[in-house]
């Protein structure tokens, strides 16, 4: 599933294509992606609007339209946004093609089809914005703000709570094994037995590795895409994702794999001591 940084690349490059630009018509190939409401309804919602901006909450993309409309998209597992500046043709899994002026295209395509697609009216209150804050979108994130939301689920293991969307949105998999490993901290430590020191540490290595991410373009291993459709950079920075009985660039010890928040988790556990 693509995570803040590769939301964040999409939304970058969706923001310099599409900002001020009109959606004439779309075509839908399938709509198990709308949420709410019936593919005419959504034309007629969408249709004849101005992009006027593009934001991210979290893992979603927010597409504000003139006439006070808000589209919001999940990816979800395998969701792709490709922009096309000439006519192209719809791909296998292409569910829909928006077309926009001088004859641009945005496709959407979805192997699984389980991405989401919501429409939101002046006044209704956007789905992410029951989100935790976000620790590239929220001017406000600080090591303050992280220590009084970790005080808040001092029972909780570290990693199920980055995970959790509530607390901190953004992150999945990818990015919290690889924070966790930056700081030397296992994921299965309950947060009431971090020392301060470490949840700065933490911190940090959250904030770092997000950056990173973003400035890789993203990881792709099998789905992810940015918006031309190249992969991601990251995936060949990755310090124990998917490296399972590979040797720990820090200590030289094997990388394990281990279930931690029913999520397959990378270690290294001489660097990260329960």
């Given amino acids: 599933m693509p995570e803040l ?23 839908f190939m399938f709509f198990q992606m709308l949420r709410g409401v019936k593919p005419d309804d959504f034309r007629r919602k969408i249709c004849g609007k101005i992009i006027s ?4 909450r979290g893992k979603y993309i927010l597409i504000f339209l003139s006439g006070d ?31 926009l002026q001088n004859e641009e295209q945005l496709h959407f395509e979805d192997i699984r089809k389980f991405g ?45 709570f ?10 999945g998999n990818i990015y919290t ?3 966790l490993f930056m700081a ?11 020392t301060t020191e470490e949840k700065k540490y933490l911190f940090e290595a959250v904030c770092q590795t997000l950056k990173e991410g973003i400035c890789s373009r993203g990881t792709s291993f099998s789905d992810y ?11 060949k920075k990755l310090k124990v994702y998917r490296r399972v009985g590979e040797p720990c660039v820090r200590c030289r010890g094997t990388v394990e794999r281990k279930v931690v928040a029913g999520r397959g988790t990378y270690i290294c556990p001489s660097c990260q001591p329960l």
């Fill in 5 to 27: 940084p590769e939301v964040e690349c999409i939304v970058r490059d969706l923001r310099e294509c599409l900002t001020g630009k009109l959606i004439r018509r779309m075509d």
């Fill in 53 to 56: 901006q593009v934001k991210r």
């Fill in 69 to 99: 409309t808000v589209l919001e998209i999940h990816l979800r597992m395998t969701g792709r946004l490709l922009y096309h500046s000439v006519p192209f043709s719809p791909g296998k899994y292409t569910g829909v093609i928006f077309y």
């Fill in 116 to 160: 989401t697609f919501t429409i939101y009216e002046k006044g209704e209150q956007l789905r992410s914005f029951f989100l935790g804050p976000d620790p590239v979108e929220d001017e406000f994130f600080s090591e303050e703000l992280f220590l009084k939301i970790l005080e808040k689920r001092p029972h909780s293991t570290i990693k199920s």
């Fill in 162 to 171: 980055l995970l959790d969307q509530k607390n901190i949105a953004g992150l």
């Fill in 177 to 179: 094994d690889e924070s």
């Fill in 184 to 194: 030397g901290i296992h994921p299965s430590r309950k947060v009431n037995n971090l």
């Fill in 225 to 235: 895409r940015d918006l031309w459709g190249n992969e991601g950079e990251f995936q």
